[in-house]
């Protein structure tokens, strides 16, 4: 089966940085898109970026300019660097991935189990 592992969450100070990574392992067939997810606690989850099948990109206004979702396909991986930290970015983020895999027929959606991404200021 599809496993989506996600890494590189921590504890940061105002204006730092962090990059997440997200790795999918299993025999994958086909990508339709990438994202990066996060949940505060007491809020919904909401997107924060996402590259999508055609390879443009989208971010959340709360992120422009500040975080940048990449990938490398060749390893089923998705990157998300995180730059100028604020408090209000504390949450756990998720990764996503929508897949064809050799398991199924049709899209699946997969997430990561979570990263916790804490700033103080």
């Known amino acids: 089966q599809v496993q989506l592992v996600t890494s590189g969450g921590g504890w940061v100070q105002a204006g730092g940085s962090l990059r997440l990574f997200c790795q999918a392992s299993g025999v994958i067939i086909d990508v339709n898109a990438v994202a990066w997810h996060r949940q505060a606690p007491g809020k919904e989850r909401e997107l924060v970026a996402e590259i999508r099948r055609d390879g443009s990109m989208n971010y959340a206004a709360s992120v422009a300019g500040r975080f940048t979702i990449s990938r490398d396909s060749a390893r089923n991986e998705v990157y998300l660097q995180m730059n100028s930290l604020k408090p209000e970015d504390t949450a756990v983020y998720y990764c996503?991935?929508?897949?064809?895999?050799?398991?199924?027929?049709?899209?699946?959606?997969?997430w990561g189990q979570g990263t916790q991404v804490t700033v103080s200021s």
């Open positions: 996503n991935m929508i897949l064809r895999t050799g398991y199924t027929t049709g899209w699946n959606d997969f």
